[in-house]
């Protein structure tokens, strides 16, 4: 049973690695088993199907995900602390390639592009955007509520365009192949957003 479970967590964690490398389409089962040290019979053993590891992949990343929001997000931080928190948390979550600086998150990419084909890969991409909503949400709510905004917002709407223009921040990034636009724009762009006052951005 605990070799079982290893080897099914050494599938997990290369073919997020490789994912997030390239992505969804460009990672067969072939290479995640060659990497991995795992046969193919292993693999079907643990996951039907791609789509099915692609899952299970999404939770892996969420989890671990979910613990840097928990301390990005925490109560003993400030609201202003926790905006600059997340969005030092979108530029230094990039894991640059050879060809690009910009990873983006490849989730949420593969679920925008194979969505309409794959029932698994889109609700992968759907659940990780749901959770991030719900911290945006929160933060959103304490911004209003210590009058760090200039008006009055509808917080879930907000909380959706936000985590929109990040993830089109990241896309236009990879586009370009340019961190520096990514770094340039996003702080700015979610400045205006939040509509936070000009007395607490920082340049």
């Known amino acids: 049973m605990k070799k079982?479970?290893?080897?099914?967590?050494?599938?997990?964690?290369?073919?997020?690695?490789?994912?997030?490398?390239?992505?969804?389409?460009?990672?067969?089962?072939?290479?995640?088993?060659?990497?991995a040290g795992v046969t193919k019979g292993g693999f079907y053993y643990h996951f039907e199907t791609k789509a099915d590891l692609f899952y299970e992949c999404s939770l892996h990343y969420w989890k671990n995900m979910k613990n840097d929001y928990d301390c990005i997000f925490s109560p003993v931080n400030s609201p202003l602390e926790q905006?600059?928190?997340?969005?030092?948390?979108?530029?230094?979550?990039?894991?640059?390639?050879?060809?690009?600086?910009?990873?983006?998150?490849?989730?949420?990419?593969?679920?925008?592009?194979?969505?309409?084909?794959?029932e698994k890969i889109r609700k992968a991409a759907e659940e990780i955007s749901q959770n991030i909503i719900k911290y945006h949400i929160v933060l959103?709510?304490?911004?209003?509520?210590?009058?760090?905004?200039?008006?009055?917002?509808?917080?879930?709407?907000?909380?959706?365009?936000l985590y929109q223009f990040i993830q089109g921040v990241l896309i236009v990034g990879r586009v370009y192949r340019s961190l520096d636009m990514v770094k340039k724009d996003l702080r700015e762009g979610v400045y205006k957003i939040v509509d936070l006052k000009q007395c607490h951005r920082k340049s």
Request: net charge negative.
């Open 4 to 35: 079982s479970q290893e080897t099914k967590e050494r599938l997990l964690k290369v073919a997020t690695s490789l994912i997030w490398q390239s992505s969804y389409d460009s990672v067969g089962v072939n290479e995640i088993c060659k990497k």
């Open 83 to 118: 905006l600059e928190g997340l969005i030092l948390f979108v530029l230094d979550h990039q894991q640059p390639q050879e060809k690009n600086p910009v990873s983006g998150c490849p989730f949420v990419t593969s679920g925008a592009l194979c969505g309409n084909l794959n």
């Open 140 to 161: 959103l709510r304490s911004i209003k509520a210590e009058k760090l905004a200039n008006s009055d917002y509808d917080e879930l709407q907000t909380a959706r365009i």
